[in-house]
């Protein structure tokens, strides 16, 4: 069973930025593709971006794109979202997802393993 565990998130001011990090277990990170997804307060989950698993594959959320960057390490089964100039709907909690495929997808039920989330929260 894959372990993927978030880290980098916290508070920052608006048009800020943080990079999220996802590390994850086992052998076979280089084969899936991995996702990034937020929840605000009250909100259900939202798509935020996507790689596939070789890396040239990424997709955006509209609301994101232009800012975020998604990109991914192999060798050290890790994947990142570089967030700049962020806002304060940004705020939420983070949470990187396994789809055990190689192509990246952008609905959530297509991805079966999930970390425990970072929180990510953006000041005005």
């Known amino acids: 069973q894959v372990q993927l565990v978030e880290s980098g998130g916290g508070l920052v001011q608006a048009g800020g930025s943080l990079r999220l990090s996802c590390a994850a277990s086992?052998?076979?990170?280089?084969?899936?593709?991995m996702g990034w997804f937020r929840q605000a307060p009250g909100k259900e989950h939202e798509f935020v971006s996507a790689?596939?698993?070789?890396?040239?594959?990424?997709y955006y959320a509209d609301s994101v794109k232009g800012r975020f960057t998604i990109s991914r390490d192999n060798p050290k089964n890790t994947v990142y979202l570089q967030m700049n100039f962020l806002k304060p709907e940004d705020t939420a909690v983070y949470y990187c997802?396994?789809?055990?495929?190689?192509?990246?997808?952008?609905?959530?039920?297509?991805?079966?393993?999930w970390g425990q989330g970072t929180q990510v929260t953006v000041s005005s």
């Open positions: 997802a396994r789809r055990k495929t190689s192509y990246p997808s952008r609905s959530r039920d297509q991805y079966d393993a």
């Open positions: 086992g052998r076979t990170f280089s084969s899936y593709a």
């Open positions: 790689i596939s698993s070789s890396g040239a594959t990424p």
